[in-house]
């Protein structure tokens, strides 16, 4: 509708032309979920840097791995990321790590709930349980927790969930600026688990040994922002790493099936995400014929959002001592983001030196390799002179048309880059005027990608295609309020085989090029 103009003057109107630009979003923001010796519980956290992680979640412990991926990660070229602490991670010195596990009011010997410190040297906090919950209501109670003239209470709380309770957890971990609160066992009855009354005292781990959790407490809720189902809350984040399931598993805490447990929950996070990959880490200990087993039979993983990586690779022990085997995910999430910084997201994160590795658990042969690479398990390999490269590029698919990781990596960026781009659509007047722009955005934004080589064609139009017409866009379908965009993109494939033809040739009359 034009303006109205009452009076004589000048007036100066601002008109909208041109496309409205759609930026690409971020491929490189990895998310790590492990033990650490100080820090919030159950709570992702940005961290940028090697220096600020330790400020915030301390250095190096025994039989931890968590601490090693992210310094890989960071060494590798990676950049931001998101970190969750396990809530029944290793304690520091005095006032770190401080926490404390609550007795049963059915048997003082079990022990559901687990409080821990939202910071360091924070080991002056009491928690305060009692009863008095609502009429009719025995399954509730009070939760209080005072430190330094302090006093958080949180009333009516339950271990029930559902609509229109107070879940103990969601509601102290949203809540709380003093204490996250974590349950270590749910298969017990509620009765089992409600926290016996009483006042208790947070206190710092006696011993930087990991402790057990369950693979639920691992992945996670995301209402209590906890484990790898927390990071639903990070739009951002692009790569999911769980280098402490080996942790437990070498620890004897997790048993194997644990581990598929944990590691289809990742594939399964990515997968309802859309705009994330997993990094999975292989079993140690096992010869390529064990993890091949492992990977076909034993799980069977087939999954367009995940990434496997055999063998463990050694590194430098930061604590004294031998050179230690680490599991590789933290240092190939490093290199993801190496490549994608230096070369794109279309490029395969393969052919590319692992650093700060001096060594691998075991050297794998090429024919051993031809064995694995087909299935799914990339390879890291030595070469004389050239250093340890990762060797593989692919996914753990069945589907030929998601074999390899950049393929689904940037297709993850360019269904983001457009989902975002595209916000200022929602209402408009749904006519083929809005088709046309929305048709000039996308391909404006798909004409930098193919530019950039994420594209396979020597012209956009052979690279790409957008639609959005009558033909999609029906009366049927404007009346439910729906506009319909059809894209196709081809990318580009890694050349995976380089195959030269060589024969003998007599001379004589040039061979046509």
């Not at 930061?318 to 994608?340: E, F, K, N, Q, T």
């Amino acid at each position: 509708m034009s303006p109205t103009y009452l009076s004589p003057g000048v007036y100066v109107e601002e008109v909208e032309r041109g496309a409205r630009p759609i930026e690409g979003v971020g491929t490189a923001v990895a998310a790590f979920v492990g033990f650490a010796e100080k820090g919030p519980v159950n709570q992702p956290t940005l961290v940028t840097n090697w220096t600020q992680y330790t400020a915030t979640f301390g250095g190096f412990l025994p039989k931890s791995f968590m601490a090693h991926a992210v310094y890989g990660y960071f060494h590798n070229g990676g950049g931001s990321c998101y970190i969750t602490r396990l809530p029944a991670g290793a304690g520091g010195g005095a006032g770190e790590g401080a926490q404390v596990a609550l007795p049963s009011k059915s048997d003082a010997s079990l022990s559901t709930l687990v409080v821990s410190a939202l910071e360091p040297a924070s080991g002056d906090i009491k928690v305060e349980v009692s009863g008095g919950g609502e009429s009719g209501h025995e399954d509730q109670f009070t939760m209080t927790f005072r430190k330094s003239g302090k006093e958080e209470v949180f009333e009516n709380v339950t271990l029930r969930k559902a609509k229109g309770v107070r879940n103990v957890i969601e509601t102290v971990n949203k809540e709380s600026k003093l204490v996250r609160i974590a349950e270590k066992e749910q298969a017990l009855s509620i009765a089992d688990r409600m926290p016996a009354t009483g006042i208790y005292a947070l206190t710092a781990a006696a011993s930087k040994e990991i402790a057990a959790v369950t693979p639920d407490a691992i992945v996670g809720n995301a209402a209590a922002r906890s484990g790898i189902a927390g990071f639903e809350v990070a739009d951002d984040v692009t790569m999911v790493c769980v280098p402490d399931l080996m942790a437990l598993f070498q620890a004897g805490a997790i048993n194997m099936e644990g581990v598929k447990i944990v590691q289809q929950a990742m594939l399964d996070h990515c997968a309802n995400m859309k705009d994330r990959f997993a990094i999975i880490d292989c079993p140690p200990g096992m010869n390529p014929q064990e993890i091949k087993d492992w990977r076909m039979s034993e799980t069977g993983y087939d999954s367009k959002y995940g990434a496997l990586y055999y063998p463990w690779i050694k590194v430098a022990n930061p604590l004294g001592g031998d050179a230690i085997l680490v599991p590789p995910s933290g240092h190939m999430a490093g290199i993801y983001a190496r490549s994608d910084t230096e070369r794109g997201v279309h490029k395969a994160p393969a052919n590319e030196v692992v650093r700060g590795v001096i060594g691998l658990e075991s050297k794998i042969t090429k024919n051993e390799q031809d064995s694995l690479n087909p299935v799914g398990i990339n390879c890291i390999r030595p070469f004389p002179g050239r250093g340890i490269r990762v060797w593989g590029a692919r996914t753990l698919s069945s589907d030929a048309l998601w074999r390899y990781i950049n393929v689904r990596r940037l297709f993850n960026f360019v269904e983001e880059s457009i989902e975002l781009g595209t916000q200022w659509v929602v209402f408009e007047p749904n006519d083929r005027d809005l088709w046309e722009r929305i048709k000039r955005d996308i391909k404006a934004f798909l004409t930098r990608v193919w530019r950039e080589g994420a594209l396979f064609g020597a012209t956009p139009d052979e690279a790409f295609y957008v639609k959005c017409d009558d033909e999609l866009n029906t009366v049927e379908i404007r009346d439910a309020g729906q506009v319909i965009i059809e894209i196709g993109i081809c990318p580009v494939k890694p050349a995976e085989f380089v195959i030269f033809r060589i024969s003998q040739w007599a001379g004589g009359a040039a061979v046509a090029e």
